[in-house]
């Protein structure tokens, strides 16, 4: 089975040129990594023009957020339908970059929903800010799973992709043991079961300062169907070892 890797290039590079440059670096790495599904989530801005380019097969297109509501008065904001006439095949839902700003679980359960009434697949982003010793880290995390998939119809839920990043590890020095994901995984799949879907259908990702060192180890033994990766995905070097790495996954 070939794992997921999602890159997500937050707000960078900073040029069209450079993104290019980057696509390209990045085709180079992942064309020969038969295990690896790719999918690149760059600023918005640069969907249509990627996606135009690039002929191949091995990589999809994602977009980082889009609105709930079809259209209308959003100023700024950018609908699910847009970014997928855009090239988008993938949305990431509720990132915790986007929950820090602001977002909330309501939004996230109306964006799931929405996507799901596209083509896109939603990948939708859990995590705790802090893990205590009693565990309130799962109940933070059932909540949003549970906000996430409250207006998801019984049969779609297998297109959710549920992406668990800790809040503590993104940007950090600090990944999760495979073991603990482990644990995770389990537990996101008990609350997904709980809701009335199938939760061993569910595609699980981990994401939080994911590498060239702990990326084999997390696919091998942490019961993830693949990873999210951030800063390491925009250095082409760093991200090409990465894939290298999953070589032998
Ligand atoms: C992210 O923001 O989705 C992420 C996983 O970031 P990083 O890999 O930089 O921790």
């Not at 079809?70 to 990431?92: I, K, W």
């Not at 565990?135 to 998801?152: I, K, P, T």
């Not at 043991?177 to 939760?199: L, S, W």
Request: net charge positive.
């Amino acid at each position: 089975m070939k794992s997921l890797v999602v890159a997500n290039w937050k707000m960078n590079p900073q040029t069209f040129r450079e993104a290019k440059q980057l696509f390209e670096a990045t085709r180079r790495a992942a064309e020969s990594v038969r295990s690896v599904s790719l999918v690149v989530a760059p600023p918005a801005l640069y969907l249509r023009e990627l996606k135009r380019a690039y002929k191949g097969r091995k990589i999809s297109l994602a977009a980082q957020n889009a609105h709930a509501a079809g259209s209308g008065a959003y100023t700024g904001e950018l609908s699910l339908t847009q970014v997928q006439d855009a090239g988008a095949s993938y949305v990431l839902i509720g990132h915790a970059e986007r929950r820090a700003a602001g977002e909330g679980n309501d939004d996230v359960r109306k964006k799931v929903a929405a996507a799901l009434s596209t083509r896109l697949a939603p990948i939708l982003c859990v995590g705790e800010a802090t893990r205590s010793p009693r565990g309130e880290h799962f109940l933070y995390v059932a909540e949003q799973l549970q906000a996430g998939f409250a207006d998801v119809l019984p049969g779609k839920a297998n297109r959710v992709i549920v992406a668990y990043e800790p809040v503590w590890a993104i940007g950090t020095q600090k990944s999760m043991t495979p073991a603990d994901m482990h644990e995770m995984a389990i537990f996101i799949r008990k609350t997904v079961q709980g809701k009335g879907h199938n939760g061993l259908a569910i595609k699980i990702l981990y994401g939080g300062s994911i590498d060239e060192r702990n990326a084999h180890d997390m696919i091998e033994r942490g019961d993830v169907n693949g990873l999210l990766v951030g800063r390491a995905s925009t250095e082409a070097k760093k991200f090409a070892d990465l894939l290298e790495a999953l070589h032998e996954s």
